[in-house]
């Protein structure tokens, strides 16, 4: 067990490896998608909105620095002090000129309350010169990088115009991995067309290719994107919350214990969230999690 937890939290991780809580401030690099601006595709993901999945992130108006300032400014009531995590966030964050890249991400981490870096970015755009700086990185600070790979199944990932095959995704992740990275992989459930057993496939899959961590997400029909427009159309199922909570303690039951859960359910906002509307009640969605893990007496790793 993880601090009196049934799975290997994220915040258990964090206060092993640095001794105290730390938090995440999210960043807007100021990047587009390889998947809107025409060189893969230009509809993006389906479930991806225009903020590019960085709604609670910085203003790209703004230096890195100021929206470091800005971001901790917004959590000093409850983090007053103590080191963060600089999270770029909006949309695919190695997709640039590699000078640029290396000048926002030294840039964040010369803030004096920036433990290290977390860049969420496509597997597709990791070319040799960026994989060698985040090397550079690795080696000098705390690092980890997020892939989204959301299913293993290509019919779905094709469905939701994801971009990528799952071969593209393997070989990033196997680069990163031996250059000691830390990968951190998103996982959607709820995805059209996929059953139980697809998801826990899914799961089963990242166990295999050395992935540090996970974020697991709840699929969320977001106002005017593509999958919104899906929905209207062909009104397929979405799931029921306590259907969740049991597939995501499945989920863990089959999970690496090594492997970092960072999430067990996204964050929808009340203004653009079409459904599931009773994903709104994060809270309750997460302690039912922990109250089902204990009922169903699951540890992460017990099934594996």
Request: aromatic residues 8%; hydrophobic residues 35%; glycine residues 8%.
């Amino acid at each position: 067990m993880w601090n009196n937890k049934r799975f290997h939290s994220l915040n258990y991780a964090l206060k092993k490896e640095f001794g105290e809580k730390i938090y995440k401030v999210s960043l807007d690099g100021g990047f587009t998608c390889p998947n809107r601006d025409g060189k893969v595709g230009s509809k993006g993901c389906v479930f991806c909105s225009d903020a590019g999945s960085g709604e609670y992130a910085g203003s790209r108006s703004r230096s890195i620095t100021e929206q470091i300032e800005e971001q901790l400014i917004l959590i000093s009531k409850k983090f007053p002090e103590g080191r963060v995590i600089a999270y770029f966030q909006n949309f695919t964050n190695t997709y640039g000129d590699i000078e640029y890249l290396e000048s926002i991400y030294r840039e964040a981490l010369a803030h004096p309350r920036v433990a290290g870096l977390a860049i969420a970015t496509r597997p597709d755009a990791l070319p040799s010169d960026v994989i060698d700086l985040l090397t550079d990185i690795h080696r000098e600070h705390y690092l980890w990088i997020e892939l989204g790979l959301q299913t293993m199944h290509d019919h779905t990932a094709e469905l939701i115009n994801r971009g990528y095959d799952l071969e593209v995704f393997h070989s990033s992740v196997k680069k990163l991995v031996e250059r000691g990275i830390k990968v951190v992989t998103h996982l959607i459930v709820g995805l059209p067309g996929e059953c139980r057993e697809d998801i826990l496939k899914s799961v089963e899959y990242i166990n295999s290719i050395g992935v540090w961590g996970v974020k697991i997400h709840l699929l969320h029909i977001i106002k005017d994107t593509a999958l919104h427009r899906m929905y209207e159309k062909v009104k397929f199922r979405v799931m029921e919350e306590q259907e969740y909570i049991d597939l995501v303690c499945d989920m863990i039951a089959i999970l690496h214990e090594d492997i970092v859960i960072h999430r067990l359910t996204g964050d929808g906002s009340r203004d653009t969230l079409i459904a599931p509307i009773w994903s709104l009640n994060k809270r309750r969605v997460l302690n039912s999690i922990d109250k089902r893990l204990k009922e169903r007496d699951i540890v992460q790793g017990d099934e594996k």
